[in-house]
């Protein structure tokens, strides 16, 4: 502001400013509005990935965001991503956990199993459970079940035998037994590897249906030789691993036909 002296007059002078509007507001709201948008699209889109999940994976998903503190073996039964095999009926109870019934029961039983094969150190050695869309399998190595060259039952046959048939007792389902042998085992009365695993299948399932009063009706028993060997058998040591019996548990429902003869 500035007085004329000739005059007498005062003269006000304006400056603009040449930052525009925002000299007076800032242009900081614009980086926060675009952070804004940006989350919010984030948002949208995680909305929409998570609806368009199978349930399966939703259940995978949210075990990223599970409580550290929730006992172990909840966790480990919530972990569970196994195919559908027993029918919704066959445990005894209602479920614990926001699985589907068949993935529950199905892996309650291999739980069962690890902790049937676990409790002897030479059992657990010797011994694996695995799955597939059919059943759970246990096997066990024939040197913890049968002494050599026979199909006499040993101590510890006899105990993994009582587990096993606890098994069957707690669930409705049935057992198919399958025996594995080679040359090198046969001897005594059996003239062949066919008949040497043909009675190591039935010694297992004869004590099952006798001794734990388990139903004929539920019991299967197949001799298989070295027709479905685990390793090449290229050495002494996976030819070892090849003499096994198995225990392969399935739902009753299942006709014989399309029960899986290649193993899990």
Do not use: C
């Not at 800032?26 to 675009?34: D, H, L």
């Amino acid at each position: 502001m500035a007085k004329n002296s000739d005059h007498g007059k005062t003269v006000v002078i304006y400056r603009e400013s040449d930052e525009g509007h925002g000299g007076h507001h800032g242009g900081s709201w614009k980086v926060a509005y675009a952070d804004f948008v940006t989350a919010l699209m984030a948002f949208f889109l995680l909305l929409w990935l998570v609806v368009s999940l199978k349930p399966q994976r939703k259940q995978e998903l949210s075990l990223v965001f599970q409580d550290k503190n929730v006992p172990s073996k909840e966790k480990v039964q919530n972990l569970e991503k196994v195919p559908t095999f027993i029918s919704p009926d066959a445990i005894k109870g209602s479920p614990e956990f926001k699985l589907s019934q068949e993935n529950k029961l199905k892996y309650e039983i291999a739980l069962l199993i690890k902790e049937l094969i676990t409790s002897d150190q030479t059992v657990k050695s010797n011994s694996g459970v695995s799955n597939d869309s059919s059943g759970v399998m246990m096997q066990v190595n024939n040197s913890v079940m049968f002494k050599p060259g026979s199909a006499e039952l040993t101590p510890t046959a006899l105990k993994m035998l009582d587990g096993v048939a606890k098994i069957l007792r707690d669930f409705k389902i049935n057992l198919t037994v399958r025996g594995h042998a080679d040359d090198d085992e046969k001897g005594g009365p059996y003239p062949s590897k066919w008949e040497l695993s043909a009675a190591r299948a039935a010694a297992a399932t004869r004590y099952l249906a006798e001794k734990a009063g388990i139903a004929t009706t539920r019991l299967r028993a197949v001799g298989l030789a070295d027709s479905q060997p685990l390793v090449p058998p290229t050495s002494a040591e996976n030819k070892s691993r090849n003499r096994r019996i198995e225990f392969f548990y399935t739902s009753p429902d299942m006709r014989p036909s399309e029960r899986s003869q290649d193993g899990p």
